[in-house]
């Protein structure tokens, strides 16, 4: 037979033993906020680009901008008739990643609209300038017979030194910018050009 002493001991050592309701909650509670980050939803094509690019990414992120040099190049050498084609470099670069890597499909779709965005304004300030231009040097000789003239010759002037000047440095800006953004990308660094970056993610937005 045990003893008073053995059968409180006994009992003691159970009671230590059983998981009270309160104790059982909190820790299936706990188990459940261990698991939910396991079961976070995995990212989707449309989500943040990847953080940590290859070197291959990277590579062909960084020919994207700099293909803006091939398109300078060209652009120049033929008068700016192979512009607009050198210009689809980019996007060729695009079409063949947009599966396979958002890093480099971002990155190549930012080079492509920036380079027809730098054409088209191009295109406009040459037009615009030469729809100005043009008629303030006709009104101006006409109007010099009676000296009234006088008064647009230095409009006429200006216009006439600060157009070729805004044609001739775009380009060239334009040109630092993309090899500064392959430079940049190459590195492993983030870059979004200014505008184009936030309405191509816009865009994408709608889109999904």
Known sequence: MMSDEERKLI?????????????AK??????R?????????PA?????????????????????????????????????LATVVM?????LIWLTFRDRSRFVA?????????????LALWIGLLVAGLVILIPTWILTALLLVILVGLL??????????ILPIVLAALPFASLVYGLYGAY?????????????????????????
């Open 11 to 23: 009992e003691d050592s159970g009671n230590e033993t059983e998981e009270t309701p309160a104790e």
């Open 87 to 91: 210009a689809l470099v980019p996007l």
């Open 152 to 161: 647009l010759l230095p409009l006429a002037l200006v216009l006439t030194i």
């Open 26 to 31: 909190g820790e299936a509670e706990a188990e």
């Open 44 to 80: 989707t094509t449309s989500g943040p680009i990847e953080a940590t690019p290859t070197a291959n990414e990277r590579t062909w992120a960084a020919l994207a901008h700099a293909s803006v040099l091939l398109t300078f190049a060209l652009g120049v050498s033929t008068g700016g």
């Open 106 to 118: 971002f990155h190549a779709m930012q080079a492509t609209v920036f380079q027809l965005g730098v």
């Open 184 to 208: 940049e990308v190459y590195a492993g660094r983030t870059f979004r050009y200014w505008l184009v970056a936030d309405w191509i993610e816009g865009q994408e937005m709608k889109t999904t």
């Open 33 to 41: 906020e261990t698991r939910e980050p396991d079961e976070a939803t």
